[in-house]
């Protein structure tokens, strides 16, 4: 346990490296209003907090700088999300007001709005379509052959096919068929989907039948839902290529960033930092993810990914703020 001084400093170390990137120097801490003491004091400090393991020394002749373990105390430290700047209040507030479409459309929008809310990189999974389940079905003729099958899953996937019959459908086969998809496939899982047959003798079994074989290909196509945006962002926060292009890599690798966001979320809204990320190359990033719902149920994560030394605060507070907004919205409809 650290006493109110030396964590007064730390604290102020952590917030000194964020905004200038810069090794800090006892004299910077000490004229920062928040600290109250002498650089002498602050040197003596600071000296302490770095054999303890909180600070590090690039160089003999340099201030010092945060090591993951002072990262850590830094946001332990912080009393939950607070409040996003009044600029970043409004861009999430017109864009939920202004928002709509499918699911898909809606993620890679908000994707997009984190990333500009965090000025790092973001990532929006979809919780994979074989988990959620139908919440509803239906059925458009749009020729006497020519049908159009739509699901909405339970985690606001839409599924859409197109698919022929043999034989001109009217609407009593319509309606029949699509009273037996409704009774037999809603709350079902799409993993049960595949085996599912009409009961013998339902209306419009045959119909049906040919139903659910498309939409089934088409969630089997629709695959897992990741979008990713602003890696571009990555470049400017490392010094080396090399750690540039493995973060990226590791982006391009949707399988890691499913498994590794779903590991995070168990807890809700989480921050991991350097190697608490559990990937080797992400040891110089620290990621701030949170869950999203639909009715209460989960329907995937959000994340930030940013250098260890990302401005904290306003991350978890954008990371907080958007999933919480788009769980009402998805849920709301």
Wanted: proline fraction near 4%; include cysteine; charge should be negative.
């Amino acid at each position: 346990m650290l006493d109110d001084r030396k964590s007064a400093i730390l604290r102020a170390v952590v917030q000194q490296y964020i905004e200038t990137a810069q090794p800090v120097g006892s004299t910077t801490v000490a004229a920062r209003p928040d600290v109250g003491v002498s650089s002498a004091t602050v040197r003596n400090d600071m000296t302490v907090l770095e054999r303890e393991g909180y600070l590090a020394q690039p160089h003999t002749s340099a201030g010092r700088v945060p090591t993951e373990k002072g990262y850590r105390f830094f946001v332990d430290g912080l009393t939950g999300p607070g409040q996003l700047s009044p600029t970043n209040v409004r861009m999430v507030r017109d864009f939920f007001a202004t928002a709509h479409g499918e699911l898909e459309s809606m993620l890679r929008e908000t994707t997009h709005l984190l990333s500009s809310l965090t000025h790092s990189t973001a990532v929006v999974v979809g919780e994979q379509a074989e988990a959620a389940t139908v919440r509803s079905v239906q059925l458009v003729d749009l020729s006497p052959r020519n049908v159009l099958g739509v699901v909405v899953l339970s985690n606001g996937v839409v599924l859409k096919r197109t698919f022929d019959v043999t034989d001109d459908v009217d609407a009593e086969v319509m309606e029949g068929a699509l009273a037996t998809l409704s009774d037999g496939l809603v709350g079902m899982s799409l993993h049960d989907l595949g085996n599912w047959q009409a009961p013998t003798g339902a209306p419009g079994s045959s119909l049906a039948a040919v139903a659910v074989a498309a939409v089934h290909a088409a969630a089997e196509a629709e695959g897992q839902q990741v979008y990713v945006d602003g890696a571009s962002r990555i470049a400017g926060s490392f010094d080396t290529r090399e750690t540039v292009e493995s973060v990226l890599g590791v982006l391009e690798q949707h399988f890691v960033v499913v498994s590794l966001l779903r590991e995070l979320i168990d807890g809700g809204l989480t921050v991991a930092i350097g190697s608490e990320t559990g990937v080797e190359t992400l040891a110089d990033c620290s990621l701030v993810v949170a869950p999203y719902q639909v009715a209460g149920e989960p329907a995937g994560a959000i994340a930030v990914l940013g250098p260890t030394r990302m401005d904290y605060a306003e991350t978890v507070s954008a990371v907080a703020v958007v999933s919480q907004r788009l769980s009402r919205m998805l849920t709301e409809g």
